[in-house]
């Protein structure tokens, strides 16, 4: 069974950074496409940004393009999501999920992590 784990979220104040972190729990991880999604209250889970299983090829969503990172470490089965520039609209729980090829939408992805809260203060 694939575990993912993410970490890094927290409260931060409008303007500001958080660097989420997710390791997948076996050595086929750099088999897979990674992505980021998020869900605030009372919205539909919604894509952020995904990566390929090499890294090569990046994707994001229009309101995060510019200002988020998505990235990997094969080596560590780890993978990042670094947001910069953060405001209140980013407030949601952030989830990493794996699946086979890269992809932004929800139903390609097989495992999903548990979820960090992310929350900007305005």
């Known amino acids: 069974q694939v575990q993912l784990v993410e970490s890094g979220g927290g409260l931060v104040q409008a303007g500001g950074s958080l660097r989420l972190s997710c390791v997948s729990s076996d050595r086929t991880f750099r088999f897979s496409g990674m992505g980021w999604f998020r869900q605030a209250p009372g919205k539909e889970r919604e894509f952020v940004a995904s990566i390929s299983r090499e890294g090569s090829s990046t994707y994001y969503a229009d309101s995060v393009k510019g200002r988020f990172t998505i990235s990997r470490d094969n080596a560590k089965n780890t993978v990042y999501l670094q947001m910069n520039s953060l405001n209140a609209t980013d407030t949601a729980v952030y989830y990493c999920?794996?699946?086979?090829?890269?992809?932004?939408?929800?139903?390609?992805?097989?495992?999903w992590g548990q979820g960090t809260q992310v929350t900007v203060s305005t």
């Open positions: 999920a794996r699946g086979g090829p890269v992809s932004t939408t929800t139903r390609a992805y097989i495992y």
